[in-house]
């Protein structure tokens, strides 16, 4: 999750939230939202956060919405990640959706956030596992 957060960071991704949806859905622990500011900011958000973590070891389960770059759905199993143009994100909702679900908001940016030992700021949880999304 650290670093996802930190990658989303990096490329200027707007207001990332992270919700806990354990227990409350199925198919995921963890939702991780931002917004990009246009088509080519959500999909480059997508691109850069997929090599990143490819880098990492960690590959989705599946990627959908990159050729419209309204909303992307990036599929890494424990960690569902969405980012939205800013105008999908309000009309979706997700976090009114999901009111249930702990909320993390991510302020300030990851890379401001103090770090503990372990290389994570405020966000303590899932890291990625290598070996359970691929």
Avoid at 81 to 107: M, N
Avoid at 110 to 123: H, T
Wanted: proline share 4%; glycine share 10%; hydrophobic share 45%.
């Amino acid at each position: 999750m650290a670093l996802a957060l930190k990658t989303i960071d990096a490329v200027k991704g707007l207001e990332p939230v992270v919700l806990e949806v354990k227990g409350l859905c199925f198919f995921a622990d963890y939702f991780l939202i931002c917004s990009g500011t246009s088509k080519r900011h959500v999909v480059a958000l997508a691109q850069r956060l997929e090599e990143a973590l490819g880098q990492a070891g960690v590959k989705p389960l599946g990627v959908e919405g990159v050729q419209e770059g309204l909303w992307v759905l990036m599929d890494y199993n424990d960690v569902v990640i969405h980012i939205f143009s800013q105008e999908l994100r309000q009309f979706y909702d997700l976090e009114g959706l999901w009111g249930d679900a702990p909320k993390t908001e991510v302020t300030p940016a990851p890379a401001a956030m103090a770090l503990n030992g372990s290389g994570e700021g405020q966000v303590k949880k899932p890291e990625f596992e290598s070996g359970s999304s691929s």
